[in-house]
């Protein structure tokens, strides 16, 4: 019984046993059959679909061209033909705040992609051989993380003469992806001396070969639920960066820029602050939710 069980954990390990697993109880389908009954998860996913598609084909929310502006109309407020009202230069303001998705959703994913590359590299080395590999990993991974990531943010890009999206999220990731390194180090810890992992160094495979196959596969739980996180944080953060006049720069179009043209005029045509805060906070109330639910399920300790 108990080569079945780890059988169903590690199909490498059910081979050598000659146990066969059953798909049905494979984690990973568990996890689909259990997201699939999650209704926070088919919410957050229904509004990251239409956000997604927002920033990727904004044609088909709105037909205006963002650069279309006329100074006649400027500050007008919501109507029926300007269902956002209109900005400081007499732009349409829900194109604009449309069109704001694509440069705030890709800095979130850019970020959030390289930061958990780096850490899936960085934390399997170190969870796995330990030692002094570990010991000078995790104390760089310190030192940036003793930096709060906000303050770091601030001073690298207030010396950047030209800040796009690349710019903006490489200089988020080097101080976000300590915290993912160590969720993956602690995740690749917990499996490293499992009765899989030493069963196939027993049988002689090389240490790419068990990291590979067996390591990897059973610590990629916590960093991918965090990942959903944290592509929400660094929307906010853009937004915040970009808020201070440290993040992006026109002629980018995205929700912190419009905050942060706003700004001065919240008591005349506050219409020009609600808009594109609503938008970030509903993208990252949905990516912060969908990736609890992926914890929820994808993570053994949790699920009973």
Known sequence: MSELIEARHDPTEARATGAKPEEDASLWKDAWRSLRTNPWFIISGIILIIMVLMAIFP???TNTSPQECLLERSRQ?????????TDIQGCDYYTRVIYG??????VGVVVAALSVAVSIILGLVAGYFGRWIDTVISRFADMVFAIPYFLGAIVFL???????????????????????????????????????????????????????????????????????ILVGLMISAEAALTFLGVGLQLPSISWGLQLSNAHGYIQTVPHLLVFPLIFVAITVFAFTVMGDAIRDAIDPKIKK
């Open 77 to 85: 407020r919501p109507s029926a033909q300007h269902w956002f009202g």
């Open 59 to 61: 044609q088909l929310f």
């Open 158 to 228: 207030n010396v950047l003469e030209s800040r796009g999206i690349l710019e903006v999220a490489f200089v988020l990731t080097i101080f976000t992806w300590p915290i993912t390194m160590r969720l993956m180090r602690g995740a690749v810890m917990a499996v490293t001396n499992n009765e899989f992992v030493l069963a196939a160094r027993a049988m002689g495979a090389g240490h790419m070969a068990i990291m590979r196959r067996h390591i990897l596969p059973n610590s990629l739980a916590p960093i991918l639920g965090y990942s959903s």
């Open 101 to 106: 998705a694509r440069a705030s959703i890709a």
